[in-house]
């Protein structure tokens, strides 16, 4: 079956190392898209990229970097400049988002320890 | 631009009560209009979905109609169950404006079903 996923599920990281958050899809979408969500609030757009070898900044993309090689993958790294990196990460993929919206992962949960 | 709005949460609802979680939008050009549904520790989930003006979507027994008269896309459901106790996101993606591609996520709506 088609779908979009996330690894790991929970990872945790010490205050000053990067870390990379995966993403993986087999739904043959274009777009593909980072979120970041904190207890009780919205999402927030981190990345996106909507065809390979190319991404934009969403708006909280400081302290993140992204890369784009492959259609299929789109990794997410939060680096040490990021000062609050402790959330629940979402990334979702994209086909024809206005007419389909998006599908998304099942998330990653990241804590700072 | 564009946004949207949600009503604030959290609501609780006990079992078999109605629900209306009210939904807003401004929109530069044509929107579509989504309802996703989050349950606790997951992704989104799409819920249901309308692409123009007086479509009704439905799924679950949920439903929302495309009211373009007063820009809204308010989710119902009849009766609720305790497993429908979730964060609800409402959201749209414009046709022809500078977030072309893009979904625009209002801020969820937290629903509680008590037994």
């Known amino acids: 079956d088609g779908g979009i996923t996330q690894s790991p599920k929970y990872l945790f990281r010490k205050e000053g190392q990067n870390v990379t958050l995966s993403c993986e899809q087999n739904?043959?979408?274009?777009?593909m898209y980072w979120y970041r969500q904190d207890p009780g609030q919205g999402l927030r757009l981190i990345y996106y990229?909507?065809?390979?070898?190319?991404?934009q900044k969403g708006d909280i993309a400081e302290g993140y970097s992204v890369s784009r090689e492959k259609k299929e993958s789109f990794p997410l790294t939060v680096t040490s400049a990021q000062k609050n990196p402790t959330a629940f990460y979402l990334c979702?993929?994209?086909?024809?988002?206005?007419?389909?919206?998006?599908?998304f992962g099942s998330g990653t949960r990241l804590t700072v320890v | 631009g564009d946004s949207v709005t949600q009503m604030e949460g959290p609501v609780t609802l006990s079992e078999e009560a109605f629900l209306t979680i009210n939904c807003t939008y401004t929109?530069?050009?044509?929107?579509?209009l989504f309802w996703y549904v989050q349950y606790p520790g997951e992704g989104l989930q799409l819920l249901l979905k309308?692409?123009?003006?007086?479509d009704k979507g439905s799924n679950k027994g949920f439903e929302a109609t495309y009211r373009k008269e007063t820009t809204s896309f308010h989710l119902e459901k009849g009766s609720v169950q305790v497993s429908d106790s979730a964060v609800y996101f409402c959201?749209?993606?414009?046709?022809?404006?500078?977030?072309?591609?893009?979904?625009?996520f209002g801020q969820g709506t937290t629903l509680q079903v008590k037994p």
């Open positions: 990229s909507q065809i390979v070898n190319d991404f």
């Open positions: 959201a749209l993606s414009v046709h022809g404006s500078s977030n072309t591609g893009k979904l625009i």
């Open positions: 309308a692409t123009k003006a007086d």
């Open positions: 929109a530069t050009g044509y929107p579509s």
């Open positions: 739904l043959n979408h274009d777009a």
């Open positions: 979702a993929s994209g086909g024809m988002p206005q007419t389909y919206g998006y599908t």
